[in-house]
Antibody, heavy 118, light 107 residues
Framework: QVQLQQSGAELVKPGTSVKLSCKAS????????MNWIKQTTGQGLEWIGI????????SYNVKFKGKATLTVDKSSSTAFMQLSSLTPEDSAVYYC???????????WGQGVMVTVSS | DIQMTQSPSFLSASVGERVTLSCKAS??????LDWYQQKLGEAPKLLIY???NLHTGIPSRFSGSGSGTDYTLTISSLQPEDVATYFC?????????FGGGTKLELK
């Protein structure tokens, strides 16, 4: 069965960076794009961007360009998202979600809470 | 960016009742509209994609319809396990955007 296992909660200081991981199993990692989504109480759900694990090609929401960097490691079937220059506004739950071949986010990771605080 | 507006924000209904949730886009999204269910403390789960296609394993009491800018999720007979927040997502044009959600509770 398809599973996306995300890394654990992070407590990080303002101005630093954090790298989140999403390990895929139960399917061929390079066959499906991977999305990343941010969820906060105030802003709701926001789509950050998408990566093609086969080619490494990416597309970003303009709002997150310069903030998020998406990469993959095909050898470990793991997708990564690095968030840089963190501020308290980056505190949120972040999800990875597989894109089905027809497009929708058909499987989601369990989410990881990132807290930015000094 | 395409704005997605869901209504109502909050809905209280009884078990067995027919429930209709609405999602309105700020421009035509050509039926690239998905519905997700999120229970408290869990990740969202795909219910319906491309307006009216039921995702694998989703009960048939869930259905979707719509076109252009107006879309609807219907639960034909509300069950206790349907208590959740429901989100719509448009994938017609980047950046993909979510609605603000409808929180569904039991009366």
């Amino acid at each position: 069965q398809v599973q996306l296992q995300q890394s654990g909660a992070e407590l990080v200081k303002p101005g630093t960076s954090v790298k989140l991981s999403c390990k895929a199993s139960g399917y061929t990692f390079t066959s499906n794009h991977m999305n990343w989504i941010k969820q906060t109480t105030g802003q709701g759900l926001e789509w950050i961007g998408i990566i093609n694990p086969g080619s490494g090609g990416t597309s970003y929401n303009v709002k997150f360009k310069g903030k998020a960097t998406l990469t993959v490691d095909k050898s470990s079937s793991t997708a990564f998202m690095q968030l840089s220059s963190l501020t308290p506004e980056d505190s949120a739950v972040y999800y990875c979600a597989r894109a089905a071949n027809s497009g929708p986010h058909d499987y989601w990771g369990q989410g990881v809470m990132v807290t930015v605080s000094s | 960016d395409i704005q997605m507006t869901q209504s109502p924000s909050f809905l209280s209904a009884s078990v067995g009742e027919r429930v209709t949730l609405s999602c309105k886009a700020s421009q035509n999204i050509n039926k690239y509209l998905d519905w997700y269910q999120q229970k408290l403390g869990e990740a969202p789960k795909l219910l319906i994609y491309n307006t009216n296609n039921l995702h694998t394993g989703i009960p048939s009491r869930f259905s979707g319809s719509g076109s252009g800018t107006d879309y609807t999720l219907t639960i034909s007979s509300l069950q206790p396990e349907d208590v959740a927040t429901y989100f719509c997502l448009q994938r017609n044009s980047w950046p993909w955007t979510f609605g603000g959600g409808t929180k569904l509770e039991l009366k």
